[in-house]
């Protein structure tokens, strides 16, 4: 249906052999392989990291605010441009979540110093989103934390494999929350990862996972546990083996997918160079000392004056897909009435934002076509104006 689809899988043979695999092993979750893909993934992140693989990364974020122990009452600054788990999140443990505002147009990950403007005697943490692939400002917003005793929970659905220097994202706060949903950099369908490099709050995740439960099914069936406690209330955010096994073949592929989305975004920066009317952000962030982003998403600032749907049916016709990252909290009938503090930068980014096709099976020659029919769409839009001035 699309020439250009925004996203595609990079699935072969492999993840078809390792599904089989499963199927003919006739052991379906909580096995074998849930566990050496948690211990993969947590080599990835960091030597002294626990890694407990979960249904998703909005189970994962909703696990990491129930184990540090946010309620009503409580206020979790989360960035004011993030996709909608992160809000709805923190609202169903029934804190009070505060949208903190993007640093600039050049640079769309939460801004410190807007945490900092947030901070109360109420704030209990901080949810900061690696926007895009591209590490947000780590130092600054740890020291930050630290000094005001409040958790720091990174969403690191647009990862993995972000490089903040030379650390890997995720391994900063208390928690790392990681998504493996189909369109993201690791895709299972859906899944998601808790990580973290604290003793209790890895316990308490395994608490949180499965029903507050001691012992795991597999645990049982190979004799070792014959009943068990329930130490703590729980949820079933667990993750199956079919979903690990095809977690472990896209993990093995994932630094050199991350790597051809980085060739495929350098390549876009240089067709949309002269481009006047396309700002592209994150620039700064490439070719960094230390930093590796993961180029999750490639989007762009529309210039106010070009009609966003405009633009985006025009792509359509040419076959090309695209998305918004992301509509604005403000609009949502959920939370039009929250009356949240000014976020301007956000808010402009959400209403100008259009995200570009990107995965790595892309070619340069789609990435052409899409840049080629971009610029056209906006010169013709350009020459109406000039036209009907
Ligand atoms: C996709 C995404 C999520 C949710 O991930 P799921 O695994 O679908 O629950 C959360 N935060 C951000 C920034 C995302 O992009």
Redesign the pocket.
Known sequence: MWNVPLFELNFDDQESDAVQQVIDSRWLTMGDRIQSFESQFSSLIGNSVYATAV???????HMALLALDIKPGDEVIIPAL??V??INAVVMTGATPVPADSEALSDWNVSCRSIQDRITSKTKAVIV?H?AGYPCEMEAISILCKEHHIALIE?V??GPGILYRGQQCGSFGQVG?????T??NLSIG???MFVTGDPELHQKALYLRSHGMTALTLDRHKGRAVSYDVIQPGLNYRMDEIRAAIGQVQLQKLSTANARRGVLVSHYIHCLSACDGVTIPFLDYIGQQGSQPAY?IFPVLLAPEYHRPTVIEGLKHEGIQTSI??PSFRDFSAYRTYGFAATPVADQISRQVLTLPLFPGMTFEQVELVTNTLKSIIQNMEHNHATSA
């Open positions: 249904s998703s990364c909005t189970a994962a974020l993030t996709f788990a992160d989103v926007f969403d659905a647009h929350c990681f998504s493996f949903f369109n993201k859906e899944g998601g999750h990252h992301y």
